[in-house]
């Protein structure tokens, strides 16, 4: 032994004999727990998942996403179930296209792995509303997410919904479907100190509801370290492996939801992202100290496609994670997880079987040993020291263990992987330019209508909500008044404070002025000097969300849109939040739906011009490029708003808004191939600032 090495105290901890099984009546596989692991067809198993979210890529790119998340060593995939994509409006349903949860679950059965289905749901996923419909605001009486009737029979209404079209379906693995785990609410734990005495019951109430709808897999609440029995507590974040106190019974197992592979870019939240060296780290360390479960969230993130966003978030959703946003395999992190799961499950038969020894091997190294009567031995190696190598005796041989680094021995002898060195070869993303639109002659244009307080019909003595007003039906709400301005003077300045996300101001059909908050800071003031008529003026306040709130209690009391409008000139200062003003709900080509292509002629467009003014729809026709390809549609040139190709949107985008090192937070948008046709495609562009198309190009994304 070298100098200043110790072998000190060694612990045993046993395996907990006690299985849960989850009752069905229906032919297929069991699938049950005990304090070890979930145990499916009477086999514990060791199992890697991936969140994978259905409608956040396309039908077509879901046996290829699944597929390679196979090849990547995943046994389960993992979805969030979305209840306002579903649900749009009370009653309606749908699930078609991108909502086909049915036709995603049965493509995971066909590639041979298991499925996760989170139900929620309340799903939060930086989804729009966290997923809720927000027709649900106006149920009387409702109070989101706490012991609330209204919210409860919804809320069972829905999950009882999902659960009898899976089971029609013969989709749980009780009936020998791939779905083997149930998700009921979501992070609750975060917010149910503020719903006081209606939380608990609330918590109790939601998993005797789910165990109540016969599933025959068992049901877990993620980040609720007081699940009731027999829901199972489980961890989300980066750090499980350090954070996680474990499990609320030693009956029930270690599970690991969500693994954050990297962060979302939301806008005015510094873009991050996290190496594929921390992921291995924590996820060996939570397997060392008794993980059976680890779910990679995400691992391939996609596309917010349309409206879906929450607030301030990117289009681009998890573009870093081991699979792209087009699906591209990000290496080196998926190779390096791959090859994690390989050494993991070389030692199964210890892990699962075993017994389970700790062993100190200095101030910040452990050493977690799986051993079985056999003699066959697993060890996980284990340095937390994040500043320094560290030299370590085990078993009388001494192993050199890296900054922040698991060392994993199948036989508790050799070395098969340690997290901190990477054996795989970095890949690139390679953006080629494809079809240009930099020529005046191919754009139409049409300038929306700035309506005044005499176009509107609906009308108040008051600023109302925003979001209570648009019912989500559109980004925009514009507040319209009339203004007396009795004064030699023509100069003055509008003050509007707003509660978000952007505002456009406009006085006599003139923009003079835009503001916005971000992620970290929703809340803003546009103060700008204004020129007024001696008369009659109008003022035209655009308010703009993009996306709604995600997360908190109380979702249902948020505020959004303008909370005080004043103007200063020489002679007084008028606050007009109680003036007399006019409402209406989105933009004149979003009613027409003039990004159809049968709707498109409900305006008359016109060629366009280089004033690149305000509110402007821009339109192009262009035939498809190569076949099998991956797009992207290069929108640098362009400030804010949402795009469309074939009636389809792309998303909302936001160039004009930079980082702190003043590049944009995303600049291409995928699209699809199932989006484009092979002649005559339709690009339809809404730009609420004053970006030209003709930077605009259609690029071809691949990796290098």
Same mark, same amino acid.
């Given at each position: 032994?070298?100098?200043? %090495?110790?072998?000190?105290?060694?612990?045993?901890?046993?395996?907990? +004999?006690?299985?849960?099984?989850?009752?069905?009546?229906?032919?297929?596989?069991?699938?049950?727990?005990?304090?070890?692991?979930?145990?499916?067809?009477?086999?514990?198993?060791?199992?890697?998942?991936?969140?994978?979210?259905?409608?956040?890529?396309?039908?077509?790119?879901?046996?290829?996403?699944?597929?390679?998340?196979?090849?990547?060593?995943?046994?389960?995939?993992?979805?969030?179930?979305?209840?306002?994509?579903?649900?749009?409006?009370?009653?309606?349903?749908?699930?078609? +296209?991108?909502?086909?949860?049915?036709?995603?679950?049965?493509?995971?059965?066909?590639?041979?792995?298991?499925?996760?289905?989170?139900?929620?749901?309340?799903?939060?996923?930086?989804?729009?509303? +966290?997923? /809720?419909?927000?027709?649900?605001?106006?149920?009387?009486?409702?109070?989101?997410?706490?012991?609330?009737?209204?919210?409860?029979?919804?809320?069972?209404?829905?999950?009882?919904?999902?659960?009898?079209?899976?089971?029609?379906?013969?989709?749980?693995?009780?009936?020998?479907?791939?779905?083997?785990?149930?998700?009921?609410?979501?992070?609750?734990?975060?917010?149910?100190?503020?719903?006081?005495?209606?939380?608990?019951?609330?918590?109790?109430?939601?998993?005797?509801?789910?165990?109540?709808?016969?599933?025959?897999?068992?049901?877990?609440?993620?980040?609720?370290?007081?699940?009731?029995?027999?829901?199972?507590?489980?961890?989300?974040?980066?750090?499980?492996?350090?954070?996680?106190?474990?499990?609320?019974?030693?009956?029930?197992?270690?599970? #690991?939801?969500?693994?954050?592979?990297?962060?979302?870019?939301?806008?005015?939240?510094?873009?991050?992202?996290?190496?594929?060296?921390?992921?291995?780290?924590?996820?060996?360390?939570? $397997?060392?100290?008794?993980?059976?479960? $680890?779910?990679?969230?995400?691992?391939?993130?996609?596309?917010?496609?349309?409206?879906?966003?929450?607030?301030?978030?990117?289009?681009?959703?998890?573009?870093?994670?081991?699979?792209? &946003?087009?699906?591209?395999?990000?290496?080196?992190?998926?190779?390096? /997880?791959?090859?994690?799961?390989?050494?993991?499950?070389?030692?199964?038969?210890?892990?699962?079987?075993?017994?389970? @020894?700790?062993?100190?091997?200095?101030?910040?190294?452990?050493?977690?040993?799986?051993?079985?009567?056999?003699? &066959?031995?697993?060890?996980? /190696?284990?340095?937390?020291?994040?500043?320094?190598?560290?030299?370590?005796?085990?078993?009388?041989?001494?192993?050199?263990?890296?900054?922040?680094?698991?060392?994993?021995?199948?036989?508790?002898?050799?070395?098969? @992987?340690?997290?901190?060195?990477?054996?795989?070869?970095?890949?690139?993303?390679?953006?080629?330019?494809?079809?240009?639109?930099?020529?005046?002659? %191919?754009?139409?244009?049409?300038?929306?209508?700035?309506?005044?307080?005499?176009?509107?019909?609906?009308?108040?003595?008051? /600023?109302?909500?925003?979001?209570?007003?648009?019912?989500?039906?559109?980004?925009?709400?514009?507040?319209?008044?009339?203004?007396?301005? &009795?004064?030699?003077?023509?100069?003055?300045?509008?003050?509007?404070?707003?509660?978000?996300?952007?505002?456009?101001?406009?006085?006599?059909?003139?923009?003079?002025?835009?503001?916005?908050?971000?992620?970290?800071?929703?809340? @803003?003031?546009?103060?700008?000097?204004?020129?007024?008529?001696?008369?009659?003026?109008?003022?035209?306040?655009?308010?703009?969300?993009?996306?709604?709130?995600?997360?908190?209690?109380?979702?249902?009391?948020?505020?959004?849109?303008?909370?005080? $409008?004043?103007?200063?000139?020489?002679?007084?200062?008028?606050?007009?939040?109680?003036?007399?003003?006019?409402?209406?709900?989105?933009?004149?080509?979003?009613?027409?739906?003039?990004?159809?292509?049968?709707?498109?002629?409900?305006?008359? #467009?016109?060629?366009?011009?280089?004033?690149?003014?305000?509110?402007? #729809?821009?339109?192009?026709?262009?035939?498809?490029?190569?076949?099998?390809?991956?797009?992207?549609?290069?929108?640098?040139?362009?400030?804010?708003?949402?795009?469309?190709?074939?009636?389809?949107?792309? +998303?909302?985008?936001?160039?004009?808004?930079?980082?702190?090192?003043?590049?944009?937070?995303?600049?291409?948008?995928?699209?699809?191939?199932?989006?484009?046709?092979?002649?005559?495609?339709?690009?339809?562009?809404?730009?609420?600032?004053?970006?030209?198309?003709?930077?605009?190009?259609?690029?071809?994304?691949?990796?290098?």
């Amino acid at each position: 032994m070298e100098k200043g %090495m110790l072998v000190l105290g060694l612990v045993a901890v046993m395996v907990v +004999g006690v299985v849960v099984v989850v009752e069905s009546s229906v032919e297929g596989e069991e699938v049950s727990y005990d304090g070890r692991s979930l145990i499916i067809n009477g086999q514990r198993k060791l199992l890697f998942s991936a969140s994978i979210h259905y409608p956040r890529s396309t039908p077509e790119m879901w046996g290829s996403l699944i597929g390679k998340a196979k090849e990547g060593g995943i046994d389960v995939i993992q979805t969030y179930v979305f209840w306002n994509l579903h649900e749009p409006e009370k009653g309606q349903y749908d699930f078609s +296209g991108r909502a086909d949860i049915v036709r995603f679950i049965k493509e995971i059965q066909a590639h041979g792995l298991y499925a996760s289905l989170r139900i929620g749901p309340f799903i939060e996923a930086e989804w729009n509303y +966290g997923g /809720l419909p927000f027709w649900l605001h106006d149920v009387p009486g409702i109070v989101y997410r706490c012991d609330s009737e209204p919210f409860k029979v919804h809320m069972q209404n829905f999950t009882t919904k999902i659960v009898n079209m899976m089971k029609s379906e013969n989709l749980y693995a009780s009936q020998g479907g791939p779905i083997i785990l149930s998700q009921i609410e979501n992070e609750y734990e975060m917010v149910e100190h503020a719903f006081h005495e209606k939380g608990p019951p609330y918590v109790r109430w939601a998993a005797q509801m789910a165990v109540a709808l016969q599933t025959g897999v068992p049901w877990m609440m993620c980040k609720q370290y007081d699940a009731p029995d027999p829901v199972i507590n489980t961890c989300n974040g980066m750090k499980c492996g350090v954070s996680f106190p474990g499990p609320n019974s030693p009956n029930k197992p270690w599970l #690991w939801t969500e693994n954050w592979t990297t962060w979302y870019r939301a806008y005015g939240k510094e873009p991050e992202t996290r190496s594929a060296q921390d992921i291995a780290f924590q996820v060996a360390l939570f $397997v060392a100290r008794n993980g059976t479960f $680890v779910n990679y969230y995400m691992y391939h993130g996609g596309t917010n496609f349309g409206r879906t966003t929450s607030a301030f978030t990117t289009t681009s959703y998890y573009d870093d994670a081991p699979l792209d &946003e087009y699906g591209f395999i990000r290496l080196p992190k998926l190779g390096h /997880l791959k090859q994690l799961h390989e050494a993991i499950k070389s030692c199964s038969n210890p892990i699962l079987f075993g017994t389970q @020894f700790t062993l100190s091997l200095g101030q910040q190294q452990m050493g977690y040993i799986y051993k079985r009567n056999s003699g &066959e031995c697993a060890a996980f /190696l284990v340095n937390q020291d994040d500043t320094k190598s560290v030299t370590v005796i085990f078993h009388n041989s001494s192993y050199e263990l890296g900054p922040s680094s698991v060392s994993i021995l199948p036989d508790c002898k050799n070395v098969v @992987f340690n997290t901190a060195k990477v054996n795989v070869k970095n890949n690139t993303r390679l953006i080629t330019t494809g079809k240009k639109f930099n020529e005046s002659e %191919m754009w139409q244009e049409f300038k929306d209508i700035i309506p005044t307080f005499a176009d509107t019909s609906m009308r108040s003595k008051t /600023l109302l909500e925003h979001m209570n007003t648009t019912k989500d039906m559109s980004d925009y709400l514009w507040y319209t008044f009339s203004y007396q301005h &009795e004064s030699s003077n023509s100069k003055a300045v509008l003050s509007v404070r707003s509660a978000g996300h952007v505002l456009h101001a406009f006085v006599n059909g003139a923009l003079i002025g835009s503001g916005n908050g971000n992620h970290e800071k929703v809340n @803003f003031t546009l103060d700008n000097t204004i020129t007024l008529n001696n008369g009659s003026n109008n003022i035209s306040l655009l308010s703009v969300t993009v996306g709604l709130p995600d997360s908190g209690a109380f979702l249902e009391r948020k505020a959004l849109g303008l909370r005080r $409008v004043r103007i200063h000139d020489i002679q007084n200062s008028k606050d007009l939040s109680n003036h007399r003003w006019g409402y209406q709900v989105g933009l004149l080509g979003e009613k027409l739906q003039i990004y159809l292509d049968h709707s498109s002629s409900n305006v008359q #467009w016109r060629n366009f011009t280089s004033s690149n003014n305000p509110l402007t #729809w821009y339109k192009i026709r262009f035939d498809a490029l190569i076949k099998n390809e991956s797009f992207g549609l290069n929108l640098g040139s362009m400030g804010k708003g949402e795009v469309w190709i074939n009636g389809q949107s792309i +998303g909302r985008y936001w160039a004009s808004f930079l980082t702190s090192q003043g590049s944009p937070y995303q600049t291409w948008y995928h699209v699809p191939m199932s989006f484009l046709k092979p002649k005559d495609n339709l690009l339809v562009i809404l730009e609420e600032q004053n970006g030209s198309p003709l930077g605009i190009s259609l690029d071809i994304i691949s990796t290098i």
